[in-house]
């Protein structure tokens, strides 16, 4: 009592009473001024596996003026099942049973262990973590199922707990010898398990312990969270698409997930509401950030938490947003911090471990956050922790902070996402900024994705829409008047569809709750939906808006809304939006655009391809944010050295980021615009079937490629579409994969260090930068990488995937990249190329800018498939391409004049060596070729070119011992 009095706070101790049965305790409890509710304590008292027999109260009034009073609570406990209790133990149940009382552990039935195994709380946490951390995995046996296994499996519970001592008490020599004898040990008492569940359960316990690498348990006793960096594929028995590597965080108030696809990997940060499944959510995300991040360095990554103590609602909902958000933030902070508290720091260029945390992997310290879905104003938060630990990339952990750019304001992800969209309707003859179209879509003005993309052109009629909140219904939308209304919505603080000025809805419009028993719809709203009931459910609503009738379908907002026929709702993995996801057999629109990620399943998109919708992905739509993302960090990386060298201020590396924002933008959309019109252009392709099918069957084998997990077809339904080929959404997936395996394999060769790339490395940042600091871009940490990325971007996206697989059979990757590359170099396509995007970004017209382009392709394949002759060990590609360049670029118009198609372009390098065989000016040797014909062969075309007049220019050429091996 006394010390309850003295500190403020409940006291409590507990010992086995002098002449009780061996399985009694008594409890004493004190605590100030009041009673301990028995409804409070009792749950916490019985999730350690003890009966209250009995309780006793005293009420204590110390003597004097002013003196707290003191309630003490006597209790008789008992074990479960009268099992004797080990005197010795008084102390770690004593200890176990404060954390429960302050909230610092959870009051289940693990904390039985504590009683039954002999386990501290903090290890019975650590249990509980785990079997946490593998629910989200999909585990299938319930908590309660494991509570029981591990309470009548002692020696195995503490044989777990041994071993994970053994591994990561970083007080303990590593001993192998040891862990051995535990591991021989583990191996007799799992065979001693009669019952298949109990067997399944610890095998299972055991195989995620076995994938921990890293944990922050030792760290800090009093740290309010443990995490355990996880060796995914080490485990086993995971949902495709396995990390690479995983941090799962657990604790009282939160739990959280970071998922990476490669040690250098890239992804936001959700606050998820998703508890049960949350994994799951951040699972998908995962893969589609990785397709997306094929045109940044790092691989993709995403995280997430959800909150499992949500303040109560007090009646304001002012106050409540704002303690939900004080907690949101709370949450994030401790997950941010187990984050760093994993990983590696790099200090004066070496590598520095955590601090009290035993390494079981290898150096690792790359790891970034950004905004995502509930997270968009934390960066600042993440950039602080990150900052105040020293950690190595500073304020570029989280980009999009206050020193960084702000997505929103630029609505980066959403101008990415409209430059496809615009592509779709440009090659169905359609002007989106001069003719209105339809609209229709998910989301609201508040939002990043959805309120920026609507307000892109002042010509789409918004006709419906609904978030989480409200739906919202305008029959026959004046685009100026709604344009200009969804503009004052968009520049409110905070907004939602009910602030729309009802006044400037047409005609039987209107915006109703979500949570409405039913929805008046007036007989407009109902011609539009396609809806007789004049009062229909939300739910009838909102599926009827995804498939009525459209010319764009938008999607801005959070949720999987669209799946394929053939799958069930579970597949979708999106179980909040069961009752609205329509099938992609019902969708009316012309265009998909996917501002937000997930909005539609792969199999969706595909099902909807095939039957004649416009639609990619959503890694292909909002990579933009992502891209974004990385030009920050790559620049603070680069800046951030300047700064540290003395050669910049902190606070004039903070104005030129800001100055080259624009310029920044701008090279995140010619990206997308590049993608897309790589797609538009391989559809094209008549050819391109079967070298797509066998550069999925090339990755199957060597980049680890499952189709079934990417959403690609098998071989026999390839071969039964014929010439049809891929749709958009497989291509985009197969051109995303392919990328990264071309970029592994270049990363792998010599080929970013050949000084002919030192220009693509330079036009990645801003042309201020480049101008100013050329030789701290060519000595930049991440050089390689980033060229790697930039050269097989530049060949997929521009030669094209059909072509390259067509190169590239039968040898490695690297080899046919650089032989495209040269041919890239000797044709000039680079500076044509550049010319014809800018005309493309300017809206010039498919029908006389694709046919080029595509020409271009084939002369590249060509003349790369001499140039694959040419290769030899330490080639330095100007070396071969110079030679060409300069007579090529008189001669290529006029090959392409003569041949359209690009077949005779490709020929190039062969007439420019058969003409400086024959020292006859390169005009003259192309005129030859065609006298001759291209069928008769090399022989034919010399014979011809040596009755022509002879030059001194073949002499100059400098070409006749690569040639030689390069036109036959």
């Not at 150096?363 to 950690?391: C, H, M, Q, W």
Request: glycine content about 8%; some cysteine; overall charge negative.
């Amino acid at each position: 009592a006394e010390a309850a009095l003295a500190a403020g706070a409940l006291q409590l101790a507990l010992a086995r009473p002098q002449g009780a049965p061996a399985h009694a305790l008594a409890l004493r409890v004190a605590h100030p001024d009041r009673p301990v509710p028995l409804s409070d304590i009792l749950p916490l008292i019985e999730s350690l596996g003890l009966r209250a027999i009995e309780e006793v109260p005293h009420h204590l009034q110390p003597a004097g003026a002013g003196a707290r009073a003191v309630v003490l609570h006597e209790f008789l406990l008992e074990t479960e099942d009268h099992a004797p209790f080990d005197a010795a133990r008084a102390g770690a149940v004593a200890a176990a049973l404060e954390a429960l009382w302050h909230g610092r552990a959870e009051a289940d039935g693990f904390n039985r262990l504590v009683v039954r195994a002999g386990l501290a709380w903090r290890e019975a946490w650590m249990l509980r973590a785990l079997y946490r951390w593998l629910k989200q995995a999909g585990f299938a046996f319930s908590q309660g199922a494991v509570e029981a296994a591990l309470a009548a499996q002692p020696e195995a519970t503490r044989l777990l707990v041994d071993l994970f001592h053994a591994r990561f008490d970083p007080d303990r020599a590593r001993d192998g010898a040891a862990e051995a004898a535990l591991d021989q040990r583990w191996r007799a008492v799992l065979d001693a398990v009669e019952s298949p569940d109990e067997d399944r359960i610890l095998t299972r316990l055991r195989a995620a312990l076995d994938g921990v690498v890293r944990t922050s348990f030792f760290r800090d006793a009093a740290a309010p969270t443990i995490a355990f960096k996880i060796d995914s594929r080490a485990v086993g028995d995971l949902p495709p698409p396995v990390p690479y590597r995983e941090i799962f965080v657990h604790g009282p108030r939160m739990e959280g997930v970071h998922l990476r696809g490669g040690p250098v990997a890239r992804g936001g940060i959700r606050w998820s509401d998703r508890r049960e499944d949350f994994r799951t959510e951040i699972l998908g995300l995962m893969k589609a950030q990785t397709l997306k991040n094929t045109v940044i360095v790092p691989t993709g990554a995403k995280g997430g938490f959800v909150l499992k103590r949500p303040p109560a609602p007090a009646g304001d909902a002012a106050r409540d947003r704002e303690a939900l958000q004080a907690e949101g933030i709370a949450c994030y902070r401790l997950l941010i911090g187990a984050m760093l508290d994993l990983t590696d720091n790099r200090v004066a260029g070496r590598i520095v471990p955590p601090e009290r945390v035993v390494r079981r992997d290898g150096d690792d310290p790359y790891i970034v956050a950004a905004a995502d879905k509930g997270t968009a104003t934390f960066s600042d938060i993440a950039n602080a922790i990150a900052l105040e630990r020293g950690f190595w990339l500073g304020d570029a952990f989280a980009s999009g902070g206050s020193k960084g750019y702000d997505h929103k304001g630029l609505g980066i992800t959403a101008r990415g996402a409209f430059v496809c969209i615009r592509r779709h309707f440009r090659e169905l003859g359609v002007d989106i900024d001069r003719e209105p179209i339809d609209v229709v879509g998910v989301g609201d003005m508040s939002g990043d994705v959805f309120g920026n993309g609507v307000l892109l052109s002042r010509m789409l009629r918004l006709r419906a829409a609904f978030d989480h909140r409200h739906i919202f219904l305008d029959p026959d939308p004046d685009p100026a008047v709604a344009y200009a209304e969804r503009a004052r919505l968009f520049a409110l603080p905070r907004s939602s569809w009910a602030d729309y000025d009802k006044t400037k809805l047409s005609a039987g419009g209107g915006v109703f709750p979500r949570n409405a028993k039913t929805v008046p719809l007036s007989a407009e709203a109902r011609a539009m939906l396609g809806i007789a009931a004049e009062r229909p459910p939300p739910e009838a609503v909102m599926r009827a808006i995804l498939a009525m009738p459209a010319d764009l379908l938008y999607f801005g907002g959070i949720g999987t809304f669209v799946k394929a026929t053939h799958e069930s709702h579970a597949e979708a993995g999106d179980r909040a939006n069961d009752a609205i996801r329509i099938d992609a057999a019902a969708l009316r629109a012309r265009v998909v655009g996917e501002g937000a990620n997930l909005a539609l399943t792969q199999a969706a998109r595909v099902e909807a391809a095939l039957a004649g919708v416009r639609v990619d992905t959503d890694s292909l739509h909002n990579s933009a944010g992502v891209d974004t993302s990385d030009h920050e960090v790559n620049l603070k990386i680069l800046l951030d050295g300047l700064v540290q060298a003395g050669d910049l201020t902190a606070k004039q590396r903070d104005a030129l980021l800001v100055s080259v924002t624009e310029d920044v933008a701008a090279h995140v959309l010619a990206t997308n615009a590049r993608q897309s019109l790589g797609v538009s252009l391989e559809r094209m392709d008549p050819s391109a079937a079967g070298p797509h099918a066998a550069l999925i069957a090339r990755l199957e084998a060597e980049a680890g490629l499952d189709r079934a997990v990417a959403g690609l077809p098998d071989a026999a339904t390839l071969a039964a579409r014929g010439t049809a080929g891929l749709t958009r959404p497989e291509l985009i997936v197969l051109l995303s994969h392919a990328k990264l395996w071309l970029t592994d394999a270049l990363i792998g060769s010599p080929l970013p260090d050949d000084p002919a790339f030192a220009r693509d490395l330079a036009h990645y940042f801003p042309a201020a930068v480049r101008e100013r600091f050329a030789e701290a871009i060519a000595a930049h940490p991440l050089r390689r990488e980033l060229v790697a990325m930039l050269l097989a971007n530049d060949l997929l996206d521009r030669m094209g995937l059909a072509a390259f697989a067509r190169l590239a059979d039968g040898i490695a990757p690297e080899a046919a990249a650089t032989a495209a590359l040269i041919a890239r170099e000797a044709l000039g396509l680079a500076e044509l190329r550049a010319a014809a995007e800018a005309e493309d970004a300017a809206g010039g017209d498919p029908k006389t800018l694709y046919p080029r382009l595509l020409a271009w392709r084939r002369a590249q394949e060509g003349a790369a498939r001499g140039f694959v002759r040419a290769l030899a060990p330490e080639l330095r590609v100007a070396d071969v391409a110079g030679p060409y360049r300069e007579h090529i670029a008189g001669l290529l118009p006029a090959l392409l004049e003569r041949d359209p198609s690009g077949g005779a372009a490709a020929m190039a390098p062969a007439i420019l060596r058969l003409s400086a065989e024959a020292g006859v000016a390169p005009h003259d040797g192309m005129e030859a070729w065609f006298a001759a014909g291209a069928g008769l062969g090399p022989d034919a075309v010399r014979t011809a070119a040596q009755h022509m007049r002879r030059t001194e220019c073949g002499a100059d050429l400098g070409i006749c011992t690569v040639g030689d091996r390069s036109g036959r």
